[in-house]
């Protein structure tokens, strides 16, 4: 991990889906405080000025934010913000780089970072590749432990087998070695959230290696 010269105007950026926060993401973070004012930027889909969710992004943008917050005790080094957002339909931001609402996104990405420096992470290689097209200097990625993938997996895996057992307690099983108790706290108490979407198809389109709703692309 590169180091900052100086904390107060050197800001780190993170761009991520954080869908649940898992310890990986919390080792992240916390090695970016260690240098920089960290602006974490978790990423959101619109329609019609309402979220939209999936079973690959079931929880909310003020969930997400939430198990940060709670994480890291409102660390004052530490702000989560809702600017990472695409609006649909989302097939405008296409092509990348060259469309005009992508390059939106970009200036709504730093238009909230007052420090004259940052640098950017994302463990995203596709989010990477344009983090660097952007300008946004990205720092290495290092290679997670477990993803947020793996843990919702496990999370829907866990909601079926409770129907099966006719809702017997089997909230736990291996998830919640995945995440901080903040954030297994956080998760129970939105329990109907994975219930949900645990035995409903995923209605998402990956587009050169990016996912989006489908609900709202066109």
Partial sequence: MEKSINKTNTAAIFLAHLNPLTLSHEKIIQNL????KVYIFPVRFLKNKKEVTTKSFPFSFEIRKQMILESFDYDEDLRVLGDYTFFSPYIKYFPPIVSIP???LRKNIIVNVPESN?????GDRVERLLLKLFGFRPIQA????ISSTNVKNLLYRSALSC????????LDLEWNN???PKVGNVIKN?????EHFSSSDDKTVRILGMKFPKDGFL
Avoid: A, E, H, P
Avoid at 33 to 36: M, W
Avoid at 118 to 122: D, V
């Fill in 33 to 36: 405080l260690r240098n920089y």
């Fill in 163 to 170: 129907k099966m057992l006719s809702g017997s307690n089997n």
């Fill in 190 to 194: 939105n329990w109907s959230v994975i």
């Fill in 178 to 180: 995945f995440v901080s």
């Fill in 102 to 104: 992508f390059q939106k």
């Fill in 118 to 122: 940052f640098i950017t992470y994302t």
């Fill in 142 to 145: 290092n290679r997670q432990d």
